[in-house]
């Protein structure tokens, strides 16, 4: 009994080492492949926007909830839009600020904006397909109210529509603005060496765990065949992601569709923004995981799967944490001895990994950013700062949706947005 113990301890040993390691370099490995293909060039800056063989009209949805501070600034960047033909679907979610006195008067002033008023909040997901029944077009851009769009992103986000009639859904690049603390500093690299180099590195093979649900374009016919967004799930973007591709459709990512976006600068807005990203995973994976195993859905299988196995990481680290920290309680046996949970040459490789991937990534998003360099600096909290923050998020997340009333509406609000530049 004791040898097949410490046989499960040294496998769960090298499990927690391994998989981060294996997954940092098949990240690096397919993010380089995809610059290499569909980034490198001049001809993919985003200044260098591309001729389209024709502009169809486009309605940007914009759901607002309490956005008294930062929706004139959302519309007056959606305004210049370097685009020919849009309109603008403002969504006032029952806002009980001045978001809907602010629309109205910003509709007096500019003529492509419409304002639809819900009487009381009924959730990001409603207000995202009010906005899509409303619209006349079939193409959708779909921004959260405090994001601020670049002017050429309309078009790069089209252009994949034209080209594909399978795209479902165009996942554009958000840039954080908020970076006046560590925690927000440290955010600048993550959205560059996880979320750009992750969604890189699945649309090599053909999958991505999600759009961004601050700024990503829809094919209108594709919602429609899907019945649009799920109203009882607590992450919009994830399950339309899922739903979209688990119907065959594709989704895409386009680096050059800028969306600056504000981010928590707290730790207390920030554990509250991934538990509720954490919840939202796992809920889609409850609701989509029996049908994964068709041989029509397999190209999900690799985002399902790897899913599945960053849970089982985080609730092993969960464990050892756990059982390290028992022996200050219980006397344990010698084989469940832990002496310290300071990683020793595994964590300096798995370290020296963390910053390698932070270079590459932030060396190919040095094309949409000057100066993004800067904060490799502060890059080397990373590993203890959001690793943990990933862990605990994921424990508390998975009862969470395991237990859940599914018809329960899911509605939020961003609970900090950090310092404003």
């Not at 237990?403 to 961003?414: A, M, N, T, V, Y």
């Amino acid at each position: 009994m004791a040898d097949l113990f410490a046989q499960f301890l040294s496998v769960l040993y090298q499990f927690l080492f391994y998989y981060p390691f294996f997954m940092a370099y098949l990240w690096m490995i397919g993010a380089l492949f995809y610059f290499r293909h569909w980034e490198a060039g001049p001809e993919h800056r985003v200044e260098n926007v591309p001729a389209l063989p024709e502009y169809p009209p486009v309605s940007i949805i914009v759901p607002c909830y309490n956005e008294g501070a930062n929706v004139e600034e959302t519309i007056q960047f959606l305004v210049n839009q370097k685009y020919p033909a849009f309109e603008i679907i403002a969504v006032n979610d029952g806002s009980s600020d001045q978001t809907g006195r602010m629309l109205d008067a910003l509709a007096e002033r500019h003529p492509p904006l419409r304002v639809v008023h819900l009487a009381k909040n009924q959730g990001k997901a409603m207000a995202l397909s009010m906005g899509a029944l409303m619209s006349k077009n079939e193409y959708l851009i779909c921004i959260d109210g405090d994001a601020l769009l670049d002017q050429h992103a309309t078009t790069w986000i089209i252009s994949h529509f034209l080209q594909g009639p399978r795209v479902g859904a165009v996942t554009g690049n958000p840039r954080v603005r908020t970076r006046s603390t560590l925690l927000g500093k440290i955010q600048v690299g993550e959205f560059s060496a996880i979320i750009g180099m992750i969604k890189r590195a699945q649309r090599i093979y053909g999958r991505v765990f999600t759009v961004s649900g601050v700024v990503s374009g829809f094919r209108k016919s594709a919602l429609q065949q899907i019945g649009y967004w799920s109203l009882d799930t607590v992450t919009e973007d994830i399950d339309i992601s899922w739903k979209l591709q688990m119907n065959h459709w594709d989704i895409r990512f386009e680096p050059n569709a800028l969306c600056w976006i504000l981010m928590p600068e707290t730790i207390i807005g920030l554990w509250r923004q991934r538990l509720r990203w954490a919840q939202g995973g796992m809920e889609a994976l409850i609701r989509y995981g029996n049908d994964m195993f068709s041989w029509r859905k397999r190209r999900m299988w690799g985002v399902c799967l790897e899913y599945f196995v960053s849970i089982l990481w985080a609730y092993s680290m969960a464990l050892v944490a756990v059982i390290w920290a028992a022996r200050w309680i219980f006397p344990l046996p010698e084989i469940l001895q832990i002496p310290s949970l300071i990683p020793g040459w595994h964590g300096v490789v798995l370290g020296t990994t963390c910053l390698v991937q932070f270079a590459v990534s932030l060396v190919i998003d040095s094309r949409y950013e000057k100066g993004i360099g800067k904060v490799y600096y502060w890059m080397v909290w990373y590993p203890m700062a959001y690793w943990l923050l990933s862990v605990f998020t994921t424990v508390v997340a998975v009862p969470k949706a395991v237990f859940k009333k599914h018809e329960r509406r899911g509605r939020w609000e961003s609970p900090d947005r950090g310092l404003r530049p």
